[in-house]
């Protein structure tokens, strides 16, 4: 059975400085793996996908997410955030045999002035 | 281009009514999914269309669910005898087809059964 783990509830982090948003994943082959976020009142929002080929996997809003085989991790990473970055994010992974997506629980990032 | 949408935003409905909340997705994506967003539950898949392939239901929580899609294109998600714990949000999402593509989300559609 796939399922993601997102360990935090909440992550805090001042404006200017680098965010990472954690999660793992457990698939029965090789995954698909997805980065979506969330505004109020919103639907979800595509933010990167990991499909095949390199590890280091760049999106929308300067977002970039790193997998890692071995640890079975695909974290979200900003280098910079913006106080417009908060919101609910949720990582999501696809069995290659299948074509719904498995969610995790969501991680609320909260950036302060 | 337009996104995916649904409607209504919002239905209260009184508990044993049926309701259908309807998706309209981006033009030109062959696969459609609904699924439903809920505190006690979080994300859950519900159902799966792609092309004119018999759907995948797997995630339809009981008989009281059920969803088409005419012509390819828009879908009907219907739930009959609506009980409170129907309550939450659904969400439809369409993608180019199966495989790779990510999956556009619609707005939602906040289902309260009073």
């Known amino acids: 059975a796939q399922s993601v783990a997102q360990p935090e509830d909440q992550v805090n982090v001042a404006e200017g400085n680098p965010l990472t948003v954690k999660c793992t994943y457990s698939?029965?082959?090789?995954?698909?793996l997805f980065w979506y976020v969330q505004y109020p009142n919103r639907g979800l929002q595509f933010l990167l996908k990991?499909?095949?080929?390199?590890?280091l996997v760049k999106g929308s809003y300067g977002f970039e997410a790193e997998f890692n085989k071995s640890q079975t991790s695909f974290h979200l990473k900003k280098p910079s955030a913006l106080v417009s970055d908060s919101a609910l994010y949720f990582c999501?992974?696809?069995?290659?045999?299948?074509?719904?997506?498995?969610f995790g629980t969501g991680t609320r990032l909260l950036v302060s002035p | 281009g337009a996104g995916v949408s649904q409607s209504p935003s919002n239905k209260v409905t009184e508990k044993g009514k049926d309701v259908e909340l309807r998706c309209d997705p981006i033009?030109?994506?062959?696969?459609l999914y609904w699924y439903r967003q809920s505190l006690g539950q979080g994300l859950e898949f519900l159902i799966y269309?792609?092309?004119?392939?018999?759907?995948?239901k797997s995630g339809l929580p009981s008989d009281r669910f059920s969803a088409e899609r005419t012509g390819g294109s828009v879908s009907t998600l219907t739930i009959q005898r609506t009980q409170q714990e129907d309550s939450a949000v659904y969400l439809c999402?369409?993608?180019?087809?199966?495989?790779?593509?990510?999956?556009?989300f619609g707005p939602g559609t906040r289902l309260t059964v009073t």
């Open positions: 999402a369409s993608s180019l087809a199966q495989g790779a593509y990510e999956q556009y």
């Open positions: 698939v029965s082959g090789n995954p698909y």
């Open positions: 990991y499909i095949t080929g390199d590890n």
């Open positions: 999501a992974v696809r069995d290659r045999g299948f074509q719904k997506l498995v």
């Open positions: 033009s030109g994506h062959t696969a």
């Open positions: 269309f792609q092309g004119n392939s018999a759907p995948d």
